[in-house]
T-cell receptor, first 117, second 110 residues
């Protein structure tokens, strides 16, 4: 079974500072990995994904994440935080490689990001 | 291109009642899945439909059911509602390996 661990349920950073949200996964095969963002009272918006190829993935709103197989990690970063980045962020793993065609996402518990003016 | 559309956005039901939620996937997407989001349990997979067939099901009681129509639109139904069913229900449509979510339906059971 696959699982996702997000370290830190709450993270606060100053505006303009580096954002680092941590995600570690457990999977018997290389997974597909995703980061989603959820703004208050809204659904989930896809930030970025890793399936194959380049391990450094760039997403929307200046976010990027790096897949590190040796560390089973997929941490999300942004060089300079903006007030509009305040939201909840979810890391997710897909079982597509072993369950192709009817894959599902397993989510972490989320990290609430607060930006300090 | 329109995103995943869910209706209704908000609803309040009484214990014991049933509820039906609707989802229209992104045009051209044939796979629709449903997730439940609660503060206590987080985001959990309910089920997935493709070409009107349920292909995958999460660990939820039989009170939770769904279906998909020939135009790929999907509905989920919860019967005999319990207080613990209060949640945000998210519908998602998939193309290749990417899953896109709708805005969700907020269900409150009183």
């Amino acid at each position: 079974a696959q699982s996702v661990t997000q370290l830190g349920s709450h993270v606060s950073v100053s505006e303009g500072a580096l954002v680092l949200l941590r995600c570690n996964y457990s999977s018997s095969v290389p997974p597909y990995l995703f980061w989603y963002v959820q703004y208050p009272n809204q659904g989930l918006q896809l930030l970025l994904k890793y399936t194959t190829g380049a391990t450094l993935v760039k997403g929307i709103n200046g976010f990027e994440a790096e897949f590190k197989k040796s560390e089973t990690s997929f941490h999300l970063t942004k060089p300079s935080a903006h007030m509009s980045d305040a939201a909840e962020y979810f890391c997710a793993v897909s079982d597509a490689r072993t369950n192709f065609g009817n894959e599902k996402l397993t989510f972490g518990t989320g990290t609430r990001l607060t930006i300090i003016p | 291109k329109a995103g995943v559309t869910q209706t209704p956005r908000y609803l309040i039901k009484t214990r014991g009642q049933q509820v039906t939620l609707s989802c229209s996937p992104i045009s051209g997407h044939r796979s629709v899945s449903w997730y439940q989001q609660t503060p206590g349990q987080g985001l959990q997979f309910l089920f997935e439909y493709f070409s009107e067939t349920q292909r995958n099901k999460g660990n939820f009681p039989g009170r939770f059911s769904g279906r998909q129509f020939s135009n790929s639109r999907s509905e989920m139904n919860v019967s005999t509602l319990e207080l613990g069913d209060s949640a945000l229900y998210l519908c998602a449509s998939r193309r290749a390996s990417t899953i896109y979510f709708g805005e969700g339906s907020w269900l409150t059971v009183v």
